[in-house]
T-cell receptor
Framework: ETGVTQTPRHLVMGMTNKKSLKCEQHLGHNAMYWYKQSAKKPLELMFVYSLEERVENNSVPSRFSPECPNSSHLFLHLHTLQPEDSALYLC????????????FGPGTRLLVL | EDKVVQSPLSLVVHEGDTVTLNCSYEVTNFRSLLWYKQEKKAPTFLFMLTSSGIEKKSGRLSSILDKKELFSILNITATQTGDSAVYLCAVEDRSAGNNRKLIWGLGTSLAVNP
């Protein structure tokens, strides 16, 4: 499989559930990103991992917990979410030193009930 | 605060029309400007612009950057229904160093009717 993949593609969860989103990139990149995309808002950068080290955390609530075990995999662990967390969660990857071009996965459409 | 503003927010045209999408920015530490196309889920990369006045072209799509007036345009000629998508503009913030932080606009939603 090529490019950036994300699973699951759709997720419905209750506010007390715990779930995880998975992202995998097959492009040999060394930086990975989580974004949140909500209606009528710009893409919101949540987390950046560069060389498997977290380098950016944009004031994201602690109910979102990222994990980057290696340069090809990125997880977003979710617990006790709120309905306003319902959104499209996009993963992206890039080369750290090769310009700003980021390659995106298809996203996980999350609905919190 | 750094920001990227796109206009119009939405646009409806007929096949064969030419469209121009606008992106203006206020980013203190500009590195580059990027255009993406988002059809259903994943934004896909179109262009990266770093220098003023140099047009980038790919088929019917072209883009140019004006670093003095702080804007970019994306042109699509002879539009087709397959061009229907949201077009996103993003500016790379140099102050993020090698960590490649992008500041995104809201996007322009383009609908091309047959």
């Amino acid at each position: 499989e090529t490019g950036v993949t994300q699973t699951p593609r759709h997720l419905v969860m209750g506010m007390t559930n715990k779930k995880s989103l998975k992202c995998e990139q097959h492009l040999g990149h060394n930086a990975m990103y989580w974004y949140k995309q909500s209606a009528k808002k710009p893409l919101e950068l949540m987390f950046v991992y560069s060389l498997e080290e977290r380098v950016e955390n944009n004031s994201v609530p602690s109910r979102f917990s990222p994990e980057c075990p290696n340069s090809s995999h990125l997880f977003l662990h979710l617990h006790t979410l709120q309905p306003e967390d319902s959104a499209l969660y996009l993963c992206a990857s890039s080369h750290r030193l090769a310009g700003g071009t980021q390659y995106f996965g298809p996203g996980t459409r999350l609905l919190v009930l | 605060e750094d920001k990227v503003v796109q206009s119009p927010l939405s646009l409806v045209v007929h096949e064969g029309d030419t469209v121009t999408l606008n992106c203006s920015y206020e980013v203190t530490n500009f590195r580059s400007l990027l255009w993406y196309k988002q059809e259903k889920k994943a934004p896909t990369f179109l262009f990266m612009l770093t220098s003023s006045g140099i047009e980038k072209k790919s088929g019917r799509l072209s883009s140019i950057l004006d670093k003095k007036e702080l804007f970019s345009i994306l042109n699509i000629t002879a539009t087709q229904t397959g061009d229907s998508a949201v077009y996103l503009c993003a500016v790379e913030d140099r102050s993020a160093g090698n960590n490649r932080k992008l500041i995104w606009g809201l996007g322009t939603s383009l609908a091309v009717n047959p």
